[in-house]
């Protein structure tokens, strides 16, 4: 197998290392806080009113609705479901378009086959709903009006997935879809089995929405509030304050790095913008900050401890003119095994006369991987990173999910030209980075005359240039996935190691001139 497939494949290998560890990070996520996001996602079919009057003038020109009273005891409160009607999808299929999941999962099932339950149905769940949520809220629903509606589902209608009554006396023991099954249940018991929905329909509304509330991991907050930006509303969603030894639950990792960098960044950004829920918060620059002060912040703690092994590789790179004159002594090395050996100890008497250890560098990668994987995990979980937007990019949203938003060309609603600067500014500064280095050494060594083409040091330059392009490769294909803010962390950790080597290249110079004086 050619050096260069090798390569490749190990470059290949340790992207889907990467993204199968990162993949893996620990979801501090409780169920109670899950459920708040399912409901925040998928809220229902209705829309309340304080009359039937109300209702009616609310209604858009070119859409249908279902206008009925909620309660039939309560004369103050009235529901309006808009729905688009298709009977050429499926023979009396309702599209339901107030919850954008909902209609997604309708109109996913509708094209397999699968039946639809029809709007009496949604209708009866969500009564069945809003008088749990009223209960919990303290309300009665003969007299309950459209404010106290919409602060019991505010603060309760994450019942519609979470808990059911056995669990009442025990909130903690309940489990996401408890209660769902059970309104289900109850709908079957007073309506009849043939309102409910059927199981295949149940198992595609699941999934998909298990498929979302899984993908969200920003539930890592310092101070209990209300987080994020869900569904077609972009509604927040309360989050409970998680300390240290939530974290350690998790594992290692989460209790070394993911914790302590998600706190650090909750409290920075807090602090900038004077607590969770003002308008400089939902600006995004403090997050922004926060982001960028964190960073460096790691960085630091990165040189603090890998020091040594940075400031061996710069010596390993300052040593590269004495390198390549051994290696212009050895020209046939590659093919011969006598000056092969020879080149290789010449070589390590070098780097031991100078004190360089060439496998230092590896110590610096053993810590900066899971400093990585923790990093990423935190910027991930970070309830605050997921509030606001800065310049419309919301710093939880991938990358590439804000590149998709090409609805809103030419304008930057939806964060896109944000996103693609980022991205830009990311993978220019990655190169750099990685270039530096070699760039400076090729500056050394430019006036170094050379007894003749050596193949072995070509072939070493060769496959320099293959890792560092394969790097460079796999960093922009997993820049497109990363969130937002792990693109800022790449972004100013690509500015600090640029001002690191040139600060070690000034420091090496110096100690040079000192040593020739």
């Known amino acids: 197998m050619k050096k260069s497939t090798k390569f490749a494949l190990t470059i290949g290998a340790l992207t889907m290392a990467a993204l199968v560890v990162t993949s893996c990070t620990s979801n501090f996520c409780t169920n109670i806080e899950k459920s708040r996001i399912l409901f925040a996602v998928e809220p229902g079919v209705s829309t309340y009113y304080a009359s039937y009057e109300e209702a009616v003038g609310a209604q858009k020109d070119g859409y249908c609705y279902q206008i009925e009273q909620v309660f039939s005891d309560n004369d103050h409160l009235f529901r309006s479901i808009e729905v688009v009607y298709h009977p050429d999808t499926q023979p009396n299929v309702l599209e339901y378009t107030h919850s954008n999941q909902l209609y997604t999962i309708i109109k996913s099932a509708a094209s397999k086959g699968i039946n639809v339950p029809s709007i009496n149905y949604f209708s009866a769940f969500d009564t ?3 008088s749990k949520a009223a209960a919990h809220a303290g309300y009665n629903t003969s007299t309950l009006t459209v404010e106290e509606t919409n602060y019991a589902l505010t603060n309760f209608g994450y ?14 023991s309940a489990n996401l879809w408890e209660n769902y099954s059970y309104i289900n249940g109850q709908i079957a018991y007073e309506y009849g089995d043939e309102l409910v929905p059927t199981n295949d329909f149940v198992a595609s509304y699941k999934t998909t929405m298990n498929s979302s509330v899984n993908a969200t991991k920003a539930c890592i907050a310092t101070v209990e509030g209300d987080y994020g930006s869900y569904g077609q509303h972009e509604t927040r969603v309360r989050m409970e304050a998680k300390g240290w030894g939530y974290a350690w639950k998790k594992g290692p990792i989460s209790g070394l790095i993911v914790w302590p960098v998600a706190a650090l960044t909750d409290v920075i950004a807090t602090s900038f913008a004077g607590g969770v829920g003002t308008e400089a918060m939902h600006a ?9 002060i964190v960073t460096v912040i790691v960085r630091l703690f990165i040189l603090g401890v890998t020091f040594k092994s940075v400031l061996n590789q710069q010596k390993m790179q300052a040593l590269q003119p004495e390198l390549t004159k051994i290696q212009a002594k050895y020209p046939n090395a590659n093919t011969s095994q006598s000056e092969k050996q020879r080149l290789s100890e010449e070589t390590m008497r070098l780097y031991k006369k100078h004190k360089v250890n060439p496998l230092s560098q590896l110590l610096v990668l053993v810590i900066q991987f899971p400093i990585f994987i923790g990093v990423w995990g935190a910027f991930s979980g970070s309830a605050v990173l997921s509030t ?3 310049l419309h990019l919301n710093l939880s949203t991938s990358i590439w999910t804000a590149l998709k938003n090409v609805r809103t060309l030419p304008g930057n609603l939806g964060g896109w030209w944000t996103a693609l600067v980022l991205f830009l500014l990311m993978a220019a500064s990655q190169f750099l980075a990685m270039k530096l280095p070699q760039w400076l050494t090729k500056r050394r060594t430019k006036k170094i005359s050379r007894m003749g083409v050596n193949p072995a040091q070509t072939q070493q330059n060769r496959t320099m240039n293959i890792v560092s392009y394969a790097m460079l490769a796999m960093i922009i294909v997993m820049g497109f996935t990363l969130p937002a803010a792990m693109g800022v962390y790449w972004f100013i950790g690509a500015l600090f190691s640029l001002a690191q080597s040139l ?10 001139y000192k040593n020739k004086k």
């Open 128 to 130: 069945n709903l809003l």
């Open 159 to 172: 019942l519609k997935f979470y808990g059911n009554v056995a669990a009442a006396k025990n909130p903690e």
């Open 284 to 292: 995004g620059w403090p997050q922004l900050l926060a982001l960028i």
């Open 388 to 390: 606001g937007t800065f």
């Open 503 to 512: 600060l070690t290249q000034v420091f090496l110079n110096k100690a040079k």
